[in-house]
Each structure stands twice: as C-alpha cells, then as structure tokens.
C-alpha cells in the first residue's frame, strides 16, 4: 500500500540554523499539507500546497517557514531561522481530494 | 476557525469490551469527520472517516457515528484487542483542507 515517507526521522539543530524537512508524499495524491504536534498539545495545521502554490496557511505559518516542490516527488518544508518553540513533531500529508489526507511517519525537530 | 475537543483523554477497557470515544466541534460547516490512529513512533493512520449527509459508518469493529444538530461525532471500537492500544485523534473539516484535531484520546486495552 502507498505510503507518506519523511526524512529525517530526527533532526537536532541549534537555535537560528535553517532546516528542511523533506516528504514524499503518495504518487497520484495532487495536494500536500504540513502539520505540526508540540509535545502533549494538538496537531496543527501549518500549511496545504495545490497546483505549486500555497492554498491554504494558519497563523504559526509565518515569514520563517517556507515549502517547495522541488520536482516530481519531493514536498519540503524549510524553517529558516529556528527558534527553540519550534521544536515539535511535524507531519506530512497528502491526498487526491479535499479531504481524506495520509499522514507520514513524522520528523522529531529538537531545537537547542 | 474550528474548533474541536475530545474526551476522555484517557480510557482503560478491558479487552472484549467496547469503547467510545467523544468529540465535538465549533463550526456548523464542518463536513467531514476523520478519526486517526496513532500508535507509538508513527505518523496518524486514517482508520474510518463520516462525512455530513450520513450519520453513522461501520467498518468492522469499528463505527462512527455523527450528530449534526448537536456538533457531536463519537467513534465506537467493539470487541477491544490489545492492538487497539493506541491514541485516537477526531478532527473535522469545511472542505477547506485544513484538518482541525482533538488533542487525542489513549486508550489502553487490559489483557
């Protein structure tokens, strides 16, 4: 069964270093979402992408992040300068439609 | 925007048992209800989904079912395995593609 992958499973950075989190999402699925889970609070949504361009993006979504389809496969999300409050578990999904979205497996980002 | 809670936050069952999981939402568009599992060290697993014109899905032990007028959708797992040990998560959304989530339910299942 096709599944979201993510890479890293784990990524430590010091506080203001750039990360790219990297996704591949489910091969016929036309939107990609990100999400992100602060230890012990609720999924959150960040950001969802359609047609190369960013359709929807909550409030946390601000300048410092940015996501990028580099080519056919890939779905990243950069964080330009990190802070320690962005340390949380950050999901990708993707779906064909609307609404029923597959997550991945996570990536745990630790800011120190 | 959506706003979605979930209880209880945690539910101990004893395997055989059945156990209900509670949600409820803001936003009187919200159309379609996901419930996600979520076992450690992986992502969510989409396990049954309800959208609104329908008020009750069944798949196997496990059932939906949702009241519109009340904002309530709850997820029924009958016949409780080990395996079902998990943290379930509600969400709901407007067709606009952001998936607002409960905080999560664990749920223990006793041998």
């Known amino acids: 069964e096709p599944e979201v992958t993510q890479t890293p499973s784990h990524q430590v950075t010091q506080m203001g270093q750039e990360v790219i989190l990297r996704c591949v999402p489910i091969s016929n699925h036309l939107y990609f979402y990100w999400y992100r889970q602060i230890l012990g609070q609720k999924v959150e949504f960040l950001v969802s992408?359609?047609?190369?361009?960013?359709?929807?993006k909550s409030e946390i979504f601000d300048d410092q992040f940015s996501v990028e389809r580099p080519d056919g496969s890939n779905f990243t999300l950069k964080i330009r300068s990190t802070k320690l409050e962005d340390s949380a578990m950050y999901f990708c999904?993707?779906?064909?439609?609307?609404?029923?979205?597959?997550f991945g497996p996570g990536t745990r980002l630790t800011v120190l | 925007g959506e706003n979605v809670e979930q209880h209880p936050s945690t539910l101990s069952v004893q395997e055989g048992d059945s156990a209900v999981i509670k949600c409820t939402y803001s936003?009187?568009?919200?159309?379609?209800f996901p419930w996600y599992k979520q076992e450690l060290g992986k992502g969510p697993q989409l396990i049954i989904d309800?959208?609104?014109?329908?008020g009750e899905k069944k798949d196997q032990r496990i059932a939906v079912t949702l009241n519109k007028t009340a904002k309530h959708f709850s997820l029924h797992i009958t016949e409780t395995q080990p395996e079902d040990s998990a943290v379930y998560f509600c969400a709901a959304t407007d067709g606009n593609n952001r998936l607002a989530f409960g905080k999560g339910n664990q749920v223990v299942v006793i041998p």
């Open positions: 936003d009187s568009a919200s159309n379609y």
């Open positions: 309800i959208r609104s014109n329908v």
């Open positions: 992408f359609y047609n190369n361009e960013i359709s929807e």
């Open positions: 999904a993707s779906s064909t439609g609307v609404d029923t979205q597959y």
